[in-house]
Protein backbone atom coordinates (compact mmCIF):
# COMPACT_ATOMS: atom_id res chain seq x y z
CA UNK A 1 0.00 0.00 0.00
CA UNK A 2 1.43 3.57 -0.95
CA UNK A 3 0.85 6.07 1.93
CA UNK A 4 -2.64 7.55 0.55
CA UNK A 5 -5.88 7.64 2.40
CA UNK A 6 -6.02 4.77 4.28
CA UNK A 7 -10.02 3.69 5.42
CA UNK A 8 -11.01 0.80 7.78
CA UNK A 9 -14.56 -1.10 7.94
CA UNK A 10 -15.96 -4.13 9.71
CA UNK A 11 -18.30 -6.27 8.23
CA UNK A 12 -20.40 -8.69 9.21
CA UNK A 13 -22.22 -11.22 7.28
CA UNK A 14 -25.14 -13.21 7.63
CA UNK A 15 -26.55 -16.61 5.53
CA UNK A 16 -24.95 -19.55 4.27
CA UNK A 17 -21.27 -18.31 4.64
CA UNK A 18 -19.64 -20.85 6.39
CA UNK A 19 -18.79 -24.24 5.30
CA UNK A 20 -18.50 -23.25 1.94
CA UNK A 21 -15.01 -21.56 1.93
CA UNK A 22 -15.72 -18.38 2.32
CA UNK A 23 -12.87 -17.13 4.74
CA UNK A 24 -10.37 -18.74 2.00
CA UNK A 25 -12.22 -16.51 -0.62
CA UNK A 26 -12.17 -13.48 1.66
CA UNK A 27 -8.59 -13.73 2.14
CA UNK A 28 -7.40 -14.11 -1.77
CA UNK A 29 -10.00 -11.02 -2.77
CA UNK A 30 -8.54 -8.95 0.24
CA UNK A 31 -4.72 -9.89 -1.08
CA UNK A 32 -5.72 -9.35 -4.64
CA UNK A 33 -6.28 -6.00 -3.94
CA UNK A 34 -3.87 -4.86 -1.53
CA UNK A 35 -5.45 -4.78 1.82
CA UNK A 36 -4.76 -5.89 5.35
CA UNK A 37 -6.84 -7.18 8.43
CA UNK A 38 -8.66 -10.41 9.23
CA UNK A 39 -11.35 -12.91 8.36
CA UNK A 40 -12.91 -15.37 10.86
CA UNK A 41 -16.32 -16.62 11.70
CA UNK A 42 -18.32 -16.16 14.54
CA UNK A 43 -20.16 -18.35 16.62
CA UNK A 44 -23.95 -17.29 15.44
CA UNK A 45 -22.64 -18.85 12.53
CA UNK A 46 -21.56 -15.22 10.49
CA UNK A 47 -18.34 -14.34 9.17
CA UNK A 48 -16.45 -11.06 10.32
CA UNK A 49 -14.21 -8.86 8.28
CA UNK A 50 -12.26 -6.53 9.26
CA UNK A 51 -10.21 -4.68 6.22
CA UNK A 52 -7.92 -1.38 5.89
CA UNK A 53 -6.97 0.16 2.60
CA UNK A 54 -7.27 2.36 -0.27
CA UNK A 55 -11.02 3.51 0.00
CA UNK A 56 -11.66 2.17 -3.51
CA UNK A 57 -10.04 -0.94 -3.11
CA UNK A 58 -11.87 -1.62 0.53
CA UNK A 59 -15.35 -0.89 -1.66
CA UNK A 60 -14.18 -3.36 -4.15
CA UNK A 61 -14.01 -6.61 -1.35
CA UNK A 62 -17.20 -5.04 -0.06
CA UNK A 63 -18.98 -5.35 -3.91
CA UNK A 64 -17.38 -9.08 -4.10
CA UNK A 65 -17.93 -10.37 -0.55
CA UNK A 66 -21.55 -9.81 -0.97
CA UNK A 67 -21.45 -12.19 -3.76
CA UNK A 68 -19.22 -14.83 -2.38
CA UNK A 69 -17.84 -18.34 -3.04
CA UNK A 70 -19.60 -20.69 -4.92
CA UNK A 71 -21.99 -22.41 -2.52
CA UNK A 72 -22.17 -19.28 -0.45
CA UNK A 73 -25.42 -17.40 -0.43
CA UNK A 74 -24.63 -13.71 1.70
CA UNK A 75 -28.80 -12.98 2.97
CA UNK A 76 -27.36 -9.71 5.01
CA UNK A 77 -23.93 -7.46 5.43
CA UNK A 78 -23.79 -5.11 8.23
CA UNK A 79 -20.94 -2.54 8.32
CA UNK A 80 -18.91 -0.63 10.87
CA UNK A 81 -16.70 1.95 9.75
CA UNK A 82 -13.53 1.92 12.59
CA UNK A 83 -12.56 5.49 13.68
CA UNK A 84 -8.59 4.08 12.64
CA UNK A 85 -7.07 1.41 10.47
CA UNK A 86 -4.93 -0.90 12.79
CA UNK A 87 -1.74 -1.68 11.96
CA UNK A 88 -2.04 -4.50 10.33
CA UNK A 89 0.45 -5.60 7.50
CA UNK A 90 -1.20 -8.53 5.99
CA UNK A 91 -4.65 -10.37 5.91
CA UNK A 92 -5.50 -13.16 7.53
CA UNK A 93 -7.86 -15.45 8.57
CA UNK A 94 -8.07 -15.44 12.32
CA UNK A 95 -8.87 -19.35 13.44
Known amino acids: MNGGERVALRLRL ?5 GVGFRYFVRSVARELGLAGRVRNLRDGSVEIEAAGEPAS ?4 KARVRQGPPGAAVAGLHEERLAAAPGWESFEIDH
Do not use: A, D, M, S
Not at 58 to 61: A, G, R, W
Open 14 to 18: HGRVQ
Open 58 to 61: VEEL
